[in-house]
């Protein structure tokens, strides 16, 4: 009998975490058919400035931001001691705790267009599919010059999500409470309240 699950690995700093990387965790998992999607946050950021959040505080708000939805899960493993923050390096770690089961990376296409992936080619072997969520600002030819730098063998593996581009970011969130204003509706409640609470991103309570 085949015990094994399609899991997607939905990576990122996660800081705050927010309403659309919701969206995108629970379409990813409908689109391609997920039994379940991990929410990876990582604490060694080669490319971004530092988190302004602890790894503690991103990890309770995701606690609370995916406590309602059974098929998401937190996994801690690129916040342990001599986790790299490489995606290349990530992956045999969830290999190695989720033996059994299809790896699906979940990405937004702004990370894909931005960033220089470390030993991609290599993540790429390690999944079954790496999909990429449609971001407003990131022309399709971007993405194109760098699915095409992918070797031919492996480009089937990359897929992009039938949704609308959508602008909501982490920096947003936390450019509008550092000027003192409201991003509340932008995040779940519970993590609202829990950065209210908590005097994270220089915001103390409502006005």
């Known amino acids: 009998m085949d015990n094994s699950v399609r899991l997607g690995i939905f990576g990122g700093t996660f800081d705050p975490v927010h309403n659309l990387h919701l969206f995108i965790a629970e379409s990813a998992r409908r689109l391609e058919g997920l039994d ?3 929410f990876v946050p990582t604490n060694n950021v080669h490319y971004r400035e530092k988190p302004a959040a602890s790894a503690a505080q991103r990890s309770e708000m995701l ?3 995916i ?3 059974e098929h998401f899960a937190l996994d801690e493993s690129d916040l342990q001691p001599g986790a790299t923050g490489y995606t290349a390096d990530l992956l ?3 290999h190695e705790r989720y033996p059994d089961d299809s790896l699906i990376f979940v990405t ?3 990370s894909l267009a931005e960033s220089s992936w470390v030993r991609f080619e290599e993540v790429l072997e ?3 599919a ?3 969520a449609p971001r407003a600002g990131i022309a399709a030819d971007t993405l194109s010059r760098v699915v095409s730098a992918v070797p031919s063998a492996l480009r089937s593996r990359i897929k992009t999500l039938n949704l609308p581009e959508m602008p909501e970011s982490a920096t947003l ?3 509008l409470l550092a000027q003192g204003r409201s991003a509340r509706y932008l995040v779940p409640e519970p993590v609202w309240e829990y950065i209210t609470a908590n005097k994270i991103y220089a915001v103390s309570d409502e006005p």
């Open 36 to 38: 379940r999607v991990l």
């Open 130 to 132: 790496f999909v990429i």
């Open 63 to 65: 606690k609370l931001a």
């Open 173 to 175: 969130i936390r450019t």
């Open 126 to 128: 390690s999944l079954e």
């Open 67 to 69: 406590a309602s939805n």
């Open 92 to 94: 045999p770690r969830l």
């Open 108 to 110: 937004g296409a702004d």
